[in-house]
C-alpha cells in the first residue's frame, strides 16, 4: 500500500488533510479486513489492481454500497 507521502504526491496535500491517516487498510488482501474498512466509510469506488478472479470485487459489490473495479494484467 502507498504511504502517506505517496498517497499526497499522487492526490495532493488537501487529499491527505481531508482524509488523514484513515485511508490504510491493514490487511488489504484479506477481504473481511476490506469490507470492514469499507463498511465504516461513507460509499465511494475502489480500484483493485491484480484483482486475480475479481472475488474482492464480487465480495464488495455484494456487501458494500462501493463500487468496485478490478484491473488484472495478466
Do not use: N
Not at 3 to 28: E, K, S, T
Amino acid at each position: 500500500m502507498p504511504d502517506d507521502r505517496v498517497l499526497a504526491a499522487m492526490y495532493g496535500a488537501q487529499y491527505a488533510a481531508q482524509h488523514g491517516a484513515d485511508y490504510d487498510i491493514d490487511r488489504p488482501r484479506d477481504t473481511d479486513a476490506v469490507l470492514t474498512f469499507l463498511k465504516d466509510r461513507p460509499a465511494g469506488t475502489i480500484l483493485d489492481f491484480g484483482c486475480g478472479h475479481g472475488d474482492l470485487i464480487s465480495a464488495i459489490h455484494g456487501q458494500t454500497s462501493w463500487t468496485a473495479v478490478g484491473l488484472e494484467l495478466d
